[in-house]
């Protein structure tokens, strides 16, 4: 049974564009999220997080969004650049498991290829 | 400064054959993870560890096992491989929720 999931296998945005990646998760013990992003032949590198007491972090081009009561989070890339095309993954964790079996784990979705067309 | 290397890059086995998968890390991070990412399916985790001499069964730990015998290594083994092992496989560590990861190791068995 997933626990994170995003439902949109694929993402097409023109160049300039905003691009809207969304996930979303059943468990409500997670209270950190993550986005990573994969280049093909290469492993996934961090991209941007945002902890459950915040609603938005913004880093540059890449803000999330957290709405707690709807468990669900959106990236959005903007302006989107043909760099960005790649494969994301949203991921979760709970961050109060303690020493043990569920501290630094993460739950991850199957991911979304974006693709940034000219 | 490497961060997580893998070793080997690239394998083919027969069925029944075994192996073992090498992952390093330089961090001195504590965590460390093996996940194998197939078609449509994402990242799944098959072991993951939570310091040296610690292992622990993740999502799809069937067919695999773990040592973790020096905080920098973290080994996985293939004791008798299948062709449903054929995937690609990732380490992973952390020193708390960020995870790093390998460039990966494209496994075939055929």
């Known amino acids: 049974d997933q626990q994170v999931k995003q439902n949109s296998p694929s993402l097409s945005v023109q160049e300039g564009r905003i691009s809207i990646l969304n996930c979303d998760y059943t468990?409500?013990?997670?209270?950190?999220f993550l986005w990573y992003k994969k280049y093909p032949a290469e492993g996934p590198t961090f991209l941007i997080s945002?902890?459950?007491?915040?609603d938005k972090n913004e880093d540059g081009r890449f803000t999330v969004f957290l709405n707690k009561s709807a468990k669900h989070l959106s990236l959005h890339i903007v302006p989107s650049q043909p760099g960005d095309s790649a494969v994301y993954f949203c991921?979760?964790?709970?961050?109060?498991?303690?020493?043990?079996?569920?501290?630094?784990?993460?739950?991850f979705g199957r991911g979304t290829q974006l693709t940034v067309w000219p | 400064n490497a961060g997580v290397t893998q070793t080997p890059k690239f394998r083919v086995l027969k069925t029944g054959q075994s192996m073992t998968l090498l992952c390093a890390q330089d961090?001195?991070?504590?965590?460390m993870y093996w996940y194998r990412q197939d078609p449509g399916m994402g990242l799944r985790l098959i072991h993951y560890?939570?310091?040296?001499?610690?292992?622990a069964k993740g999502e799809v730990p069937d067919g695999y096992n773990v040592s973790r015998l020096k905080k920098q290594n973290f080994l996985l083994g293939l004791e008798s491989a299948a062709p449903s092992q054929t995937s690609v496989y990732f380490c992973?560590?952390?020193?708390?929720?960020?995870?790093?990861f390998g460039p990966g190791t494209r496994l075939t068995v055929t």
């Open positions: 468990n409500s013990m997670f209270d950190y």
């Open positions: 560890s939570v310091g040296e001499g610690t292992t």
């Open positions: 961090m001195n991070h504590e965590y």
């Open positions: 991921a979760a964790s709970a961050i109060a498991g303690g020493r043990g079996s569920t501290l630094g784990r993460l739950y």
């Open positions: 992973a560590s952390s020193s708390r929720y960020e995870q790093y």
């Open positions: 945002i902890s459950s007491i915040k």
